[in-house]
T-cell receptor, first 116, second 109 residues
């Protein structure tokens, strides 16, 4: 089954304790992205990656790191989490650009993070 | 100023009626436009994409794009209780989609 998986689905942690949220897709997609979703603000892009070893900042990259060492995985790293990073996080992937049009983004199930 | 604007709702729609959702965007260079549906506690799922001016129909859904006026809309015909969800408008360029905050739709029996 084609899917994007995220782990963990729920996480409660404390300020300053490094954490990693994993994202994996089995569709051989080139493009992957991380979003956070907060009430009233919608989805905001944190980082994205167009292919292995190619990553770029989105709209809200501060406090986050990513890496893309393999095509299927795109982990999100919070080196020193703070309470303002409490949010619902989504990973997404899509095949590639085709004819100038954006391919469908498939979203993972989400990770609800609480930082105390 | 948000780059993609939607009315937050809730938009209450009688069952069987037409739901009309609007979205405006600020970047005139945007090329890709999407409507996602998101049920409470779930991830967004794509329901429509549109790239050219005009209408695009898919089942009970119709997306309308007017680049000159910088708006995109979604019509849901014959609304069903299962259409009760938040609808997110997303606007390209490729790789850096901007999402609106979403419009909550409630279909009432």
């Amino acid at each position: 089954e084609a899917q994007v998986t995220q782990n963990p689905r729920y996480l409660i942690t404390v300020t300053g304790k490094k954490l990693t949220v994993t994202c994996s897709q089995n569709m051989n997609h080139e493009y992957m992205s991380w979003y956070r979703q907060d009430p009233g603000l919608g989805l905001r892009q944190i980082y994205y990656s167009m292919n292995v070893e190619v990553t770029d900042k989105g709209d809200v990259p501060e406090g986050y790191k990513v890496s893309r060492k393999e095509k299927r995985n795109f982990p999100l790293i919070l080196e020193s989490p703070s309470p303002n990073q409490t949010s619902l996080y989504f990973c997404a992937s899509s095949l590639s650009r085709s004819g100038g049009q954006t391919d469908t983004q498939y979203f993972g199930p989400g990770t609800r993070l609480t930082v105390l | 100023q948000k780059e993609v604007e939607q009315n937050s709702g809730p938009l209450s729609v009688p069952e069987g009626a037409i739901a009309s959702l609007n979205c405006t965007y600020s970047d005139r260079g945007s090329q890709s436009f999407f409507w996602y549906r998101q049920y409470s506690g779930k991830s967004p799922e794509l329901i429509m994409s549109i790239y050219s001016n005009g209408d695009k129909e898919d089942g009970r859904f119709t997306a309308q794009l007017n680049k000159a006026s910088q708006y995109v809309s979604l019509l849901i015909r014959d609304s069903q209780p299962s259409d009760s969800a938040t609808y997110l408008c997303a606007v390209g360029p490729w790789g850096k989609l901007q999402f609106g905050a979403g419009t909550q739709v409630v279909v009432t029996p």
